[in-house]
């Protein structure tokens, strides 16, 4: 079984912080996804990734950045964290190949910001 | 940009009824990708069923099958025999060439 993995499922951070969200996938998939997920507004993405070191900017990139540097892990940066951060974090990986393949996602990181 | 529409914020079923999920899309192109994905309460979002826009025939996955009308850019979701595990948030979703575009969600409540 496809296994994504997040670092934390509650995290409590202080505005200005900076705050790094980790996903790890085991099934050697190439595409990673950072959504963001808000009552009332769906999943929105924040970025993605198709290969190592490569990064795309999704619907709602500003304030993020990530990182991409083993296959596996895919980051999400705050890099100064914000109060209107304060959200669900979803990440999700799928294989290469076309749009059918089906994405897999972690159990999601619940951030506040205060 | 494509847009996913779900009007139904939330939907009751009784046990063992059959209830549907509304979705519609605005898309330009012609061969697509269309899902739906259950997010139950505390846990992770999964695949419920997919459909490829180019085949005629609606998918199905056991007692969830879909309604695709293409040229009314619709696919609806449907649940037979509901069961106290279906309750969940369903997202449409459709793929738009580089990541999934998803509805704002329909959550499911199953009353027994």
């Known amino acids: 079984d496809v296994k994504v993995t997040q670092s934390s499922r509650y995290l409590v951070k202080r505005t200005g912080e900076k705050v790094f969200l980790e996903c790890v996938q085991d099934?050697?998939?190439?595409?990673m996804f950072w959504y963001r997920q808000d009552p009332g507004l769906g999943l929105r993405l924040i970025y993605f990734s198709y290969d190592v070191k490569m990064k795309e900017k999704g619907d709602i990139p500003e304030g993020y950045s990530v990182s991409r540097e083993k296959k596996e892990r895919f980051s999400l940066i705050l890099e100064s964290a914000s109060t209107n951060q304060t959200s669900m974090y979803l990440c999700?990986?799928?294989?290469?190949?076309?749009?059918?393949?089906?994405?897999?996602f972690g159990p999601g990181t619940r951030l506040t910001v205060l | 940009a494509q847009t996913v529409t779900q009007s139904q914020p939330e939907m009751s079923v009784q046990e063992a009824e059959t209830v549907t999920l509304s979705c519609t899309y605005d898309?330009?192109?012609?061969?697509?990708?269309l899902f739906w994905y259950k997010q139950p309460p505390s846990r992770q979002m999964i695949l419920v069923i997919r459909q490829e826009a180019y085949k005629q025939q609606n998918a199905t996955e056991n007692r969830f099958s879909v309604n695709f009308q293409k040229a009314a850019k619709s696919f609806s979701l449907k649940i037979s025999d509901s069961q106290l595990g279906d309750a969940a948030m369903y997202f449409c979703a459709y793929h738009s060439g580089y990541a999934l575009n998803f509805g704002k969600g329909t959550s499911l409540l199953v009353t027994p």
């Open positions: 898309t330009s192109e012609s061969d697509y990708y």
């Open positions: 999700a990986s799928t294989p290469a190949g076309g749009p059918e393949n089906e994405q897999f």
């Open positions: 099934m050697d998939h190439e595409n």
